[in-house]
């Protein structure tokens, strides 16, 4: 299959609007990560983004939608009190809410949990690809499963070209980590996946917040998490990432250490202000604070791979505001190798 690459043109919306009408896919920016996206009420549709992707079944879907009147059909219930106050604060954007779900939904979006986790991106491409497929749109991170999410239309084709029919290239995310995932089935939204809004603000909004204990530690043998993407290694660039974490000039100590004791081939990922702490071992900065930082983590990963790294240190940063999130995916994609200064 060719994989055309489009700007978000109105006449690449229609287009892409149309394979998706048709029951195809496509790849689509969004503020957060690009999506690979097919009708959501089409199961056939669904299960080739399942297949491009290698994604495995049990992973449930993400529906995103564009106006608000889009919702009540997709749940089971008119959404509580907490949901209405979160969807006025947040959407659209990067917050992704867990509804019980109707009977329009296919098992395949929701890999038969009978929830659904509801989106409304902000992109305007994004929005505007959802209004003229006229329907709602099931998708995950446009990646081949296990590998970084893309921030950017190169990443989706270095992962899916000859998989997919089109990629609307609308530039680089602005968020950069995917979007925050609640359950809110008690008092307190619960956090299943820290991403694009933060913690501090759904508890400001909501008078609390609970951050689900799986968001930063690996699932036990045999436990079931419950949001399933959380037991699949994500992230992963190839080389050994190794997260060092502790007090600011003892990390520095502990990663020049480690730099020069390991083989060749070794990468340092640090925050742009501490870069001169490494003097010329090389190098990948990623911003000024934990905001840039979620911006160009993933790419960071990919750049880390073309560049052949063996060894990758990368700083720990803290768990507050989107820190929580780049620590998150940071553990993941060093599979919890994090080491005390
Ligand atoms: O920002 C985002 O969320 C991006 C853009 C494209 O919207 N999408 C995304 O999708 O990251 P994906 O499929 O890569 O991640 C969706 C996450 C997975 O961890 C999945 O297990 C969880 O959301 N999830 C989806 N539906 C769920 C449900 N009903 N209950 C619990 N977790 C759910
Ligand atoms: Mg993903």
Known sequence: MRTVVEDCSEAALKRAADLIRRGDICAFPTETVYGLGADA????AVMKIFAAKGRPGDNPLIVHIADINQLRPLISAAPGETALRLAAAFWPGALTMIFPRSDIIPDCVTANLDTVGIRMPAHPAARRLIALSGAPIAA????SSGRPSPTGAAHVFADLNGKIPMILDGGECEVGLESTVVELSGEFPRILRPGGVTAEDIARVAGGALIDDCVLRP??????????????RHYAPRGRLTII???PAAVARKIRDMYDSAPENSLILALTPRAPLYGNRRLIKLGADDNEMAARLFDALREADALGAENIFAEAVPRDGMGLAVMNRLARAAAFNIVKA
């Open 219 to 232: 699932l036990k043998d045999g436990e079931a998490p419950i949001s399933p993407g959380t037991k699949y």
């Open 41 to 44: 009420l089409n199961p056939r």
């Open 140 to 143: 995950p991170s446009a990646n």
């Open 245 to 247: 974490e502790g007090e």
